[in-house]
């Protein structure tokens, strides 16, 4: 083998790693495998189903505290919301999930209501869920109510819902 040919295939061999580590580098800088790529803060707004007087789950709905929507990497969203109690003459409970369609989402509640800090967090949301503040472009959902008392179970109330970027 002559020296030439042994400093091609050096070069060669030096070229194909160095690509090797760009490429790496480059899908790093996009975040780890299943990790979050972006954070937005929002406000989450629900509205009766056919006028535009706002829905009782609005009252389930900590506006005192800050809502978030996340990116994840494979394009769905996860909405951290601050809730509370909701209290009507029917019933006292709480948002725990949300049907879009015929798809139902479930929600993980951590914090506590009696101390004002639960977060409802419901994975998996589409990209539809930014509809912004235009009523006319809200999404139908319903949501679903755990209610106080366990021996009642849970109730549903059909709502539109809006998710603005702040």
Known sequence: MTCTLCYKRLWAALLALAMILAGGLAAGATGPTGGVTATLPV??????????????????VDANREA???RQSNGTYTLQLPIQ?????????????????????????SGSLDDGTAVLTIKNLPSSVLTGSNISRSLLVTCVIELDMDLLGETTKTARMCVTVL
Request: aromatic share 8%; proline share 2%.
């Open 43 to 60: 406000a989450v707004s629900f509205w009766e189903q056919d006028t535009e007087n706002p829905s009782v789950v609005n009252d389930g």
């Open 85 to 109: 109690t909701v209290s009507t003459v029917v019933f006292n409970g709480h948002l725990s999930g949300l049907t879009i369609g015929d798809i139902s989402y479930d929600g993980e509640m």
């Open 68 to 70: 978030t929507l996340v």
